[in-house]
């Protein structure tokens, strides 16, 4: 019988977050992946949990997901995490999960931090829909491409970004969404010098041309406004009305229920249709 996969969230600054429930299960697999050894037997030692480590990440997964499986299979169990946050989201880790669905492994989620929600329930902005984006690329028409492609996007947007990257990232987003869109800038979450800034794409460039941007940031950058449908002329409730009236509906009737639907004179859809009857 193969093992179970578990993928554990971590904490993504604060040590506190880290759950007894993720702590329990850290010391229950047989052996541990994570994306960086060195950052992980941090957490480990500080929680005084003893597991054999293998490594897992972005140069490495197509050989170490084979390998993470043949022991899976084997039986053996695992947890898969990541330097902070939550495993396989925005993370090659989606690729070691897709392995183990296609072979019959179990996959369990052990919740915890997630910078993204996090931020986004801090943002003061919309949280019914959202989308999340993670980082943009590095080449520049790619990531205009990218942001072109978002434009009318009426959900609230997430974005992550490193701080020697966030002044070219700013200038993009204000460019393609204007400078008065809103947007929360969240900067190191959870940990000692955590701030969440609310103002506009157009504030927040020209503030961060002027100063060292520090630390982890997530954007939450507010959705594009609904689109407002066209208005309806008043030749086009004519024929509305004229088609109705095709149909056996009475004019003033036709008249009335156009009207109602475009927001138009029912008395000038009534005398424009006459006219032309």
Aim: hydrophobic share 40%; glycine share 8%; proline share 4%.
């Amino acid at each position: 019988m193969s093992g179970t996969l578990y993928l554990v969230a971590t904490p993504i600054g604060n040590l506190g977050d880290f759950s007894p429930r993720a702590a329990e299960t850290l010391g229950a697999v047989d052996f541990i992946a994570a994306e960086d050894t060195r950052v992980s037997v941090k957490l480990l030692n500080h929680f005084q949990i003893k597991k054999p480590l293998v490594s897992y990440h972005e140069h490495n997964h197509a050989a170490a997901g084979q390998a993470i499986l043949q022991r899976l299979l084997a039986g053996e169990s695992c947890a898969l995490v990541t330097d902070a946050g939550t495993p396989a989201i925005s993370d090659p880790g989606e690729d070691l999960v897709r392995l183990c669905a296609e072979n019959g492994v179990e996959v369990l989620s052990i919740p915890g931090c997630c910078a993204a929600v996090n931020a986004l329930a801090v943002s003061g902005l919309p949280t019914g829909r959202f989308t999340f984006e993670g980082f943009l690329t590095v080449n520049k028409k790619s990531r205009r491409e990218r942001l072109d492609s978002l434009k009318n996007e009426e959900r609230t947007m997430i974005f992550h970004e490193a701080p020697h990257k966030l002044r070219a990232t700013l200038e993009d987003l204000r460019e393609t969404f204007g400078p008065d869109r809103r947007v929360a800038l969240c900067r190191e979450l959870t940990k000692l010098h955590e701030e969440t800034v609310r103002t506009t794409l157009g504030e927040a460039a020209a503030y961060y041309q002027e100063n060292t941007p520090k630390g982890e940031y997530v954007l939450v950058v507010a959705g594009s406004p609904p689109r407002e449908t066209a208005a309806v002329t008043l030749e086009e409730g004519t024929e509305q009305v004229l088609r109705l009236v095709a149909q056996g509906i009475r004019l003033k009737d036709a008249a009335r229920e156009v009207s109602a639907h475009t927001g138009l004179s029912k008395n000038e859809l009534y005398a424009a249709a006459l006219e032309r009857s």
